[in-house]
């Protein structure tokens, strides 16, 4: 199996109605690669006929009951949604969110039939420390929904230092880091290895280039680069031409 090129944009807590229906009348993407936008929670429905699917930012690990200001999984299915970030480090950091419970939720994002987006990354500590490996395959191995396949579930690797801060990760890095989620999830995982793995991090158009350029970057989760059109487009257009 291939694995799918994904461009995802994160609005976070930004862009509104007029924004998106701005995003489905001039972003464009080839069949070749998924665009997917991923706004605030009013706006997760409506979107049907824009070339981009329709993620969630998050979603609760139960089926239903008395959450409030939570969202179901299945209430995201029943109005479009086909993607769920999960474990985003400011869930991670804001929410508390701990590997178990990024694990609960991803389970009942693909019982739902969504695809979970699952979030990696350590923080610059860790990094220096020399742990940001082990951090993150514990990360990956803790967090991994029963079920997961290739066709529901895509894990994102965020170093947590380079989110919102300008700074990328080295391609040296991202290629190791890469590398050894693959083999991870290869070990993990009856064909794990065909799992989509982006790099997400100050990811824009200046840089799409060189790290869709290395074998194991599936694509990019963006956040800052997806709020305008001008800024997201090149990434998409970027992923194209190295993996389309
Ligand atoms: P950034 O955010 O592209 O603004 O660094 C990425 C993310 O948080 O997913």
């Known amino acids: 199996m291939t694995r799918t090129p994904i461009a995802a944009g994160n609005w976070k807590m930004n862009g509104d109605a007029r924004l998106l229906q701005l995003f489905a009348a001039e972003l464009t993407a080839p069949s070749s690669v998924k665009a997917v936008i991923c706004p605030q929670a009013p706006l997760l429905s409506g979107t049907s006929d824009a070339v981009f699917a329709i993620g969630a930012q998050d979603c609760h690990q139960e089926a239903a009951g008395a959450y409030t200001g ?3 999984a299945s209430l995201l299915k029943s109005v479009g949604v086909s993607y769920v970030i999960l474990g985003h480090s400011e869930r991670r950091e804001y929410h508390g969110e701990s590997n178990a419970l ?3 939720k991803a389970e009942q994002a693909l019982e739902n039939g969504l695809t979970a987006i699952i979030c990696v990354g350590e923080t610059l500590e860790e990094r220096e420390a020399g742990q940001a490996e082990t951090v993150v395959l514990s990360q990956i191995a803790e967090s991994l929904p029963k079920g997961a396949t290739a066709a529901n579930t895509v894990i994102a690797y965020e170093p947590v230092w380079a989110i919102g801060t300008g700074k990328v990760a080295t391609p040296d890095d991202v290629k190791q880091m890469h590398g050894a989620i693959r083999a991870k999830l290869g070990g993990l995982l009856k064909n794990g290895a065909d799992l989509s793995v982006l790099y997400g991090g100050s990811v824009k158009a200046s840089n799409a280039e ?3 350029a290395l074998d ?4 990019a989760l963006v956040g800052g680069a997806s709020l305008k059109v001008a800024d997201f487009q090149p990434v ?4 194209a031409a190295a993996k389309g």
């Open 236 to 239: 998409i257009d970027a992923l």
């Open 210 to 212: 060189e790290l869709f």
């Open 102 to 104: 990024v694990k609960a």
């Open 70 to 72: 939570n969202l179901s």
């Open 216 to 219: 194991d970057v599936d694509g």
